[in-house]
T-cell receptor, first 115, second 115 residues
Framework: RKEVEQDPGPFNVPEGATVAFNCTYS??????FFWYRQDCRKEPKLLMS???SGNEDGRFTAQLNRASQYISLLIRDSKLSDSATYLC????????????????FGGGTRVLVKP | EAQVTQNPRYLITVTGKKLTVTCSQN?????MSWYRQDPGLGLRQIYY???????DKGDVPEGYKVSRKEKRNFPLILESPSPNQTSLYFC??????????????FGPGTRLTVL
């Protein structure tokens, strides 16, 4: 089982609609969680950090469910410019060494917003 | 301007010819990391560094070397490149506190082709 898994999509979304997708992680010791956005062949850029209480930034809402070990991203009122791949990132502590961080990316969920 | 820079951006080389991809950040970040991105495999961590002179293997370290002699620089070295190292490479940096990694900032990527 992969440490961080995402539905690759694509999610074809009509402009103005709401889309949501999850990311599951296997290590219960995982700490920080992030959603990144990546446009084709460009560098990933931070979309949102994900906090235990959930957080919202404009049309984007991120949730963390530690019991079920997944994070979610919801996009409301989708815009054409939201078309991208959304990467889930999980910080898994290095249990072998006293200090160290392994940042594991999910494979990404592709979202296509269409007129 | 806060940024992560990588050089070169594009490189075509031949099997066995040693090469170095440079990465530099101007944000005084402790944590730096290298990733490769391949179709269908997502972003995979090659090496990371918690601070100067502290480096560790990621998920796919074979065939790569790194060094962290200065806080701002984290070069990726391919001693004897092979065609299976053809990929898109990203460098990233972030602040870190204990085992918590904050937002990662990515460089623009280096597209490497090994013939």
């Amino acid at each position: 089982r992969k440490e961080v898994e995402q539905d690759p999509g694509p999610f074809n979304v009509p402009e103005g609609a709401t889309v949501a997708f999850n990311c599951t992680y296997s290590n219960s010791a995982s700490q920080s969680f992030f959603w990144y956005r990546q446009d084709c062949r460009k560098e990933p850029k931070l979309l949102m950090s994900v906090y235990s209480s959930g957080n919202e930034d404009g049309r984007f809402t991120a949730q963390l469910n530690r019991a079920s070990q997944y994070i979610s991203l919801l996009i409301r009122d989708s815009k054409l410019s939201d078309s991208a791949t959304y990467l889930c990132v999980v910080n898994i502590p290095n249990t072998i060494k006293a200090a160290g961080n392994k940042l594991t990316f999910g494979g990404g969920t592709r979202v296509l917003v269409k007129p | 301007e806060a940024q992560v820079t990588q050089n070169p951006r594009y490189l075509i080389t031949v099997t066995g010819k040693k090469l170095t991809v440079t990465c530099s950040q101007n944000m005084n970040h402790e944590y730096m990391s290298w990733y490769r991105q391949d179709p269908g495999l997502g972003l995979r961590q090659i090496y990371y560094s918690m601070n100067v002179e502290v480096t560790d293997k990621g998920d796919v370290p074979e065939g790569y070397k790194v060094s962290r002699k200065e806080k701002r620089n984290f070069p990726l070295i391919l001693e004897s490149p092979s065609p299976n190292q053809t990929s898109l490479y990203f460098c990233a940096s972030s602040f870190v506190s204990g085992s918590y990694v904050y937002t990662q900032y990515f460089g623009p990527g280096t597209r490497l082709t090994v013939l």
